[in-house]
């Protein structure tokens, strides 16, 4: 209960901050989805009335983006990239890696919640292939074992 | 005396280790008691050099890369810092053919300078467009852009300078400029260079277009797969603000331009212009029919210019030395120059500036060095997810708008992807209708239920079912979605579908028995 009033008053100050910028509905959804991970569906309601808009609007702007989620990611997001240039590189051999390493499939998370994985097509990495994005940080060239190397470096941290 | 150490911040290279490589080199200067000021530049785009560490000598900056952690107790041994020699030392770079022969007219200032640095920017004849500007009417801005013969950079190649014109014509109390930032190509990072390696050209380009034209806000739209361009441009719009160079009266001229960042949220769609408005102005990225053009009704429906990074990057160096100076580049109606990249399966992987006009052989073996894997090159995609594939047997064509059109090709954003002989092309048509398919905007039936059809026919031909009932279907569904899109994601799948299919129909199965029969 706490965290959902919690949850609703930071979308409300989002919403409160920035419904005024013309075509503010993006940039509202990106700071919510920056603050909570994800764009819970109880916030449309509010989003909806905030914009004037109809709960449908809000959710059909949501679910065309690729970008935004209405489920809580894992602690760390993989974005992997699965455009041609890439796979020129071999990607998909790494695709197979990262998910028998992780166990998960894209647009899944991990048990332990640590990952989620999702698909990504081009970072503008195409010289550095094949190219992941985990949170800010990105990874060119990236084997299957600098991929464990990436993850184990994670791990021991967390 | 202090040494000046340049390690890039731009992606490519921090996505091998450039950030690690940078504190170190700190790290260890300061261990050693050595003096250094360390500038964190843009990338040369000699990416498999990367991470490049550069050091300023009296004989010009000097080279070493691509560097490793390990190996920077060694550079100090070498008195790196003085030019000193080391395995990894690549000599002075601007004497490096690649970068030597290239012909930097809107990538000038990249790798050289440190990009959020508004004072490097002014040193480097940055502004210069600008004020040559101010002291300009709009009609006569326009006609340096149109003389300059520059084309739109996003793959479209229309005239920039009829765009512009438009708008400067079409009376409103509020215009726009927008930077299509889109760039979701794979096999394309021009845009991302520009924007993280010198964003002010690219505020510089925008704001001499707001003023052409009567727009005084702008919108660089940004794909969210960009955070460290997005960082840069944020940083550069402040400094400019703080200059003058942005806001309610650019430099004492009484004129005014604001200009904002918007992020896209991951739709390959967004980047075609239409679908791209309706999301800045906060809804699905639903193509727009046209007309109207969006030079009379656009954003919000107000006359709006949109552009590519790098065609409006081009338009500072068009408006410092004139429309005549950029045109005296290039081949027929290509004008100019056209920053290429190259990726894939490709030994020297990075961006190459030159005039159009250069054949695809000459950047694929002279400028990249055949394939990475050293095995032979079987086919490169120019262009995009919605390019065309090329054989061997075109690699002669020359990189011109013009000649890539009469071989049912296109350049596009100049982006060539390089497969080896490994590559199964019957597998890469399948991915491009999966592609289309996951991106579709879903206005129209030929790309949204096209797309999937088209997935399922070339499953069925990879399984080898019924090839002289389904190869015929393949192509009669190309033809209703080349035909009957509303925008280039249906309109331009078939483009890699059919160019797979008619160069490698070996891949699909076809025999040369059974196209004979």
Redesign the interface.
Known sequence: MTETVSMLSIVKEITSALKDKPGALLPILHDIQNALGYIPADSIPMIASELNLSRAEVHGVISFYHYFRETPPGKQTIHLCRAESCQAMGSKLLEDHVKAKLGIDFHETTADGRFSLEPVYCLGLCSCSPSMQIGNDVYGRVSNESFDGVIGEMEALS | MTVTVYVPND??A???GAGRIAAAIEKEAQQRGLDIKLVRNGSR?M?WL?PLVEVETSEGRIGYGPVQLKDIPGLFDADFLNGGKHTLEVGTIDEIPYFKKQQRLTFARIGLTDPVSLDDYLAHEGYRGLKNALAMSGADIVKQVTDSGLRGRGGAAFPTGIKWNTVLNTPSEQKYIICNAD???????S??MVMEDDPFVLIEGMTIAGIAVGATQGYIYLR?????AHRALNTAIEKAYQAGYLGGNIQGSGKQFDLEV???????VCGEETSLME???????LVRFKPPLPAISGL?GKPTIVNNVISLASVPIILDKGGEYYRDFGMGRSRGTLPI?????IKY???VELAFGLTLRELLYDYGGGS?SGRPIKAV?VGG?LGAYLPESQFDTPLDYEAFAAIWAVVGHG?I????DT?DMAE?AR?SME?CA??S?GKCTPCRIGSTRGEEVIKDIIAGRDLHKNIPLLRDLCDTLLNGSLCALGGMTPYPVLSALNHFPEDFGITEQASAA
């Open positions: 992606s490519g921090l996505s091998l785009g990416f990367e760039e979701g190509d794979s096999g394309t990072f845009d991302r969210v797969e960009y955070p460290h918007r992020l896209g949220a991951g739709a390959y999301s800045l102005e906060g809804k699905r990225g919000f990249q190259l990726a894939g399966n992987p990075g961006l990475a995609q997810p982006g992807v390089v497969f080896d590559v890469m991915y592609f996951i991106e905007c």
